[in-house]
């Protein structure tokens, strides 16, 4: 309940639930208030489920990451910059994620192309390259096909859009 109120944009509401509860609320129902507070814009509330994962589960960094985007979102930047620095004396940092990219490899039922989905862990360097060659092999295949473009997935590749 507590989640579909916050998600909902009643995030005082769900904050309010979570005070009222007779058990002790876990690091999943302070999560979804965190994670609704960034989506909506609550600092207020924020800081302080924030806070509260930081005493049940000291060690994620997300957390942490989650809170320093909600100051930044607000123009709050010492609190972002604050938060940042916390994580430097906790020895916290924040988990690379991979950047995934379709890749066509052959005929198959999918608009005529078979499609694997590849999970790159690229530096920014080699992700730029990636994704001109990609924008090379997407010109190619309109090429190659002369100029019906009728079967064949064309598509703009930007590292920013994708990542």
């Not at 309940?1 to 876990?26: F, Q, S, T």
């Not at 916390?86 to 490899?105: A, C, D, I, R, T």
Request: charged residues 20%.
């Amino acid at each position: 309940m507590v989640d579909l109120l916050a998600r909902g944009g009643e995030i005082e509401e769900a904050y309010k639930l979570v005070n009222d509860m007779h058990i002790k609320p876990n690091a999943s129902v302070w999560g979804a208030i965190l994670g609704a507070c960034s989506v909506h814009d609550n600092v207020a509330i924020g800081k302080v489920a924030a806070r509260r994962l930081f005493d049940l589960d000291p060690g994620k960094s997300v957390n942490y990451v989650v809170l320093a985007g909600i100051y930044a979102a607000a123009g709050l930047w010492d609190g972002a910059w604050d938060t940042r620095k916390l994580m430097e004396v906790e020895n916290l940092q924040k988990k690379q994620s991979g950047h995934f990219v379709l890749w066509p490899m052959c005929k198959s039922d999918f608009n005529g192309v078979k499609w694997v989905l590849l999970n790159l862990r690229l530096s920014t360097q080699v992700l730029d390259l990636v994704y001109v060659v990609l924008q090379l092999l997407d010109e190619l295949m309109v090429v190659g096909s002369g100029g019906r473009t009728r079967g064949v997935v064309g598509g703009h590749y930007s590292r920013n859009e994708a990542a």
